[in-house]
């Protein structure tokens, strides 16, 4: 039965030392060398999510994968650089070294192409089910970080790709838009940004809270993905599910008009009042309430 | 029943903007201006340990309180300064907001009086017990982070209080050393330092082996806690327990001698072969082994 310190000696096998970061993790604490000109951003994320089942299917590596690349996400939402990341694994007793060997290497798999480094972490076993947690560190990189605060009535409302019906596993494969953000950032007055997680109706209504402000999305100009269709046999329409179903991992922004014609699509526009409508072709509108994931506690 | 969204809502409430963290908690990551003099440090740890049935017992906000806690204690083994933390819980379903917001309060309560910040988080419920997971972003403060690397033979090893039996009472109370640290590393030239959470033995052999090093532990020197001797009647005798009870969370650390006379207790030396001995009264040795908590993947 391996042990904790192997594993981590394993770890820190896997790690080459950078100018960001000259010592290797395995210390109390990892030490970087943060560029002085930059922002740091950072943020985490756990694995448990709509009541844990979510992590019992998939293999450790896809697992480790998409744990990393939902803080790559959150990277791309603010349109900040990827630089580095500490996990801990809370493993099921008995899961076996090669388990989490796998699940680093989903980690690196989805790191390594942002050269975002893995600088640290924490791994033991429990009598409960795996969780994983990522803690990401980004940096600003020359870009002003885009929050969720900032959309102005008339800004216009877009999205980088069709939505809906990711359980159909776009959930596990999806690729963060960091590099798509960055460009948006740079050649385009964005306002706001938020990658799609809860669903559109819901990250939509994040960014109108924070930012004080109302939307109407036409329901037309929502792109839905063909996910979306397939999943619609259950009786709820494409388009409810390209609104509410989350975890699609692209980027919703709002940009001062005119924005980009291409790389995104215009789904609505920014209100002064508060709420938020679909409107449907012929002028109907009805609100958009979020039907997308919120945890109970 | 109360959603993460209005948890949020309320965390968020509690955390005024300061220069470091310009933007509140909230957005997809937080956003720090970090300060162009110092190193990045950065470490995490999770709640989950020795099987998990820790958190049974204490209340939420000595629980919160102990994972924040365990964090600065990290700072403190490298000497540098506590400037930011972001945390994650995933709560048994069903725990109520009331448990979350004492959790939060026992984070805050550890937090604070370093001037700590909890910028951000990701709370959810689940069907499993309790994970509280905490990563600590320190900085360095002007001084140099000490890492376990660097112990020379013939360096005095130092430890920063008694030692054993912590189960009575302090591993959930213990004060970290990050003050202490600061002027140690200040007033003397300190060449490694680890914090006791693994005990004596286990985290004296991590120093050994990042320096590649051996030691001698003097068996009268060690300071043995009154919680040693009294735990000491399950038979094993009360140095046995200073030396490998763990979660002690005092320093250990190693210097050019002269070392300090007061405020830390000369415990060994530092020998260039590799190998841990104590030593007792009298001159006879044997090897120190290990007995700390490690944890079994």
């Known amino acids: ?103 680093y290497q989903g980690l690196r798999d989805a790191a390594d192409p942002f050269g975002c480094q893995i600088v640290g972490g924490d791994t033991g076993s429990w009598a409960g089910r795996l969780v994983l947690t990522v803690t990401i560190l980004g940096r600003s990189g020359g870009i002003k970080p885009l929050t969720r605060a900032g ?50 109706s819901r990250d939509l209504g994040h960014v109108c809270r924070a930012s004080g402000v109302g939307a109407i999305v036409y329901a037309d100009d929502v792109p839905v993905h063909a996910d979306a269709v397939e999943v619609a046999r259950d009786g709820r329409a494409p388009l409810e599910h390209a609104l509410h179903d989350g975890e699609d991992y692209e980027l919703l922004f709002t940009v001062t008009p005119p924005g980009p014609t291409a790389a995104a699509t215009r789904v609505g526009v920014v209100t002064p009042e508060p709420g938020i409508w679909i409107e449907h072709a012929g002028g109907r509108r009805e609100p958009l309430e979020p039907k997308g994931w919120e945890h109970a506690l």
């Not at 590099?179 to 007055?189: D, G, M, S, V, W």
Request: hydrophobic residues 45%; aromatic residues 6%; positive net charge.
């Open 151 to 200: 959309a102005k009535p008339g800004d216009a409302i877009y999205v980088t790709g069709p939505l809906g019906g990711s359980i159909r596993g776009r959930h596990m494969t999806f690729e963060p838009r960091v590099a798509l953000a960055r460009e948006l950032a740079t050649a385009f007055p964005l306002t706001t940004m938020i990658d799609l997680s809860d669903g559109l």
């Open 1 to 103: 039965m391996p042990g904790e310190f192997d594993f981590i000696k394993w770890v820190q096998s896997q790690q080459p030392a950078t100018t960001l970061v000259p010592v290797p993790a395995g210390d109390d604490l990892a030490v970087l060398n943060w560029p002085a000109a930059d922002l740091l951003l950072v943020g985490v994320d756990q694995g448990p999510r709509r009541g844990s089942l979510r992590f019992r299917g998939p293999l450790p590596r896809q697992v480790g994968r998409k744990a990393m690349n939902r803080n790559l996400s959150d990277c791309a939402a603010m349109a900040c650089l990827p630089a580095a990341a500490v996990a801990t694994v809370a493993a099921p007793r008995g899961v076996g070294a090669d388990y989490l060997r796998e699940l």
